[in-house]
Antibody, heavy 129, light 108 residues
Framework: QVQLVQSGSELKKPGASVKVSCKAS????????MNWVRQAPGQGLEWMGW????????SYAPGFTGRFVFSLDTSVNTAYLQISSLKAEDTAMYYC??????????????????????WGQGTLVTVSS | SSELTQDPAVSVALGQTVRITCQGD??????ASWYQQKPGQAPVLVIY???SRPSGIPDRFSGSSSGNTASLTITGAQAEDEADYYC???????????FGGGTKVTVL
C-alpha cells in the first residue's frame, strides 16, 4: 500500500541541526510532489513548502526560508527535511505528505489541485537545553 | 488574502448533522480539501475536489462550496467523528497553500 514512514523523534539543543527522513513506498516516488507540514504543540497545521521529486527543486512557504532545507534521495525513495540553528520555537511535529492532486513529469510538476494523502506518521522534534 | 478562517469549535449530538465552514479568498478559485485529525494521530484526507471521498471514508462526510466559503458536513455524526478538522486550499495568488486554523468537533 501507499505509505510514508518517517524517522524517529529527535531531542536537540538550541543551535544544533536535525535531519528528518521520509521514506515512500507503494507508488512511483518521482511522480508526485512531496510536501512538509509543521504542527506545533497544541496548534494547527502549517504548510512549510514542497519539493519537485523530478528535479529536487524545493519551494518554501513564507516563514520557512533560510534555516529549512528540503532534499531527496530518489535511489531510496526518500525525502528529507533539514533544520539548522534550531530554536525552542522549532519544537513541533513535522509531517511529510504526498500531494496527489497532480503529477510531476519531465522535470515539471503540474498541479491544478492539492490533495494531501497519505501523510507520514510524523516526527517530533524537541529543542531544549 | 493569506488566511483560511474556521470556527474554533463546534458540538453536535450523536446522530445529528454538523456543518463546518471555512472562509478565504482562495476558495473563489480553488476547491478546498478537508482533513480529520484525531489526538496523537496524523491527519487523514476526508474530502477532496469539493465533494469526493477517498476510499474508506464514510459517506456521511460531504463537502460543498459557494463563493469564498467551503463547508464540510457530517450527516449522522458518530462518536468516532470527534476530532479536529482542517480545511486546505491555495491562497488567492495560487502560489502558496494554506490550512485553516482547525475546528474541534465534539460529539455529545
Amino acid at each position: 500500500q501507499v505509505q510514508l514512514v518517517q524517522s524517529g523523534s529527535e531531542l536537540k539543543k538550541p543551535g544544533a541541526s536535525v535531519k528528518v527522513s521520509c521514506k515512500a513506498s507503494g507508488y512511483s516516488f518521482t511522480t508526485y510532489a512531496m510536501n512538509w507540514v509543521r504542527q506545533a504543540p497544541g496548534q494547527g497545521l502549517e504548510w512549510m513548502g514542497w519539493i519537485n521529486t523530478n528535479t529536487g527543486s524545493p519551494s518554501y512557504a513564507p516563514g520557512f526560508t533560510g534555516r529549512f532545507v528540503f532534499s531527496l534521495d530518489t535511489s531510496v525513495n526518500t525525502a528529507y527535511l533539514q533544520i539548522s540553528s534550531l530554536k525552542a520555537e522549532d519544537t513541533a511535529m513535522y509531517y511529510c505528505v504526498r500531494d496527489w492532486g497532480g503529477y510531476c513529469s519531465g522535470g515539471s510538476c503540474h498541479y491544478n489541485n492539492n490533495w494531501f494523502d497519505p501523510w507520514g506518521q510524523g516526527t517530533l522534534v524537541t529543542v531544549s537545553s | 488574502s493569506s488566511e483560511l478562517t474556521q470556527d474554533p469549535a463546534v458540538s453536535v449530538a450523536l446522530g445529528q448533522t454538523v456543518r463546518i465552514t471555512c472562509q478565504g479568498d482562495g476558495l473563489r478559485r480553488y476547491y478546498a480539501s478537508w482533513y480529520q485529525q484525531k489526538p496523537g494521530q496524523a491527519p487523514v484526507l476526508v474530502i477532496y475536489s469539493k465533494n469526493s471521498r477517498p476510499s474508506g471514508i464514510p459517506d456521511r462526510f460531504s463537502g460543498s462550496s459557494s463563493g469564498n466559503t467551503a463547508s464540510l458536513t457530517i450527516t449522522g455524526a458518530q462518536a468516532e467523528d470527534e476530532a479536529d478538522y482542517y480545511c486546505h486550499c491555495r491562497d488567492s495568488s495560487g502560489n502558496h497553500l494554506l490550512f485553516g486554523g482547525g475546528t474541534k468537533v465534539t460529539v455529545l
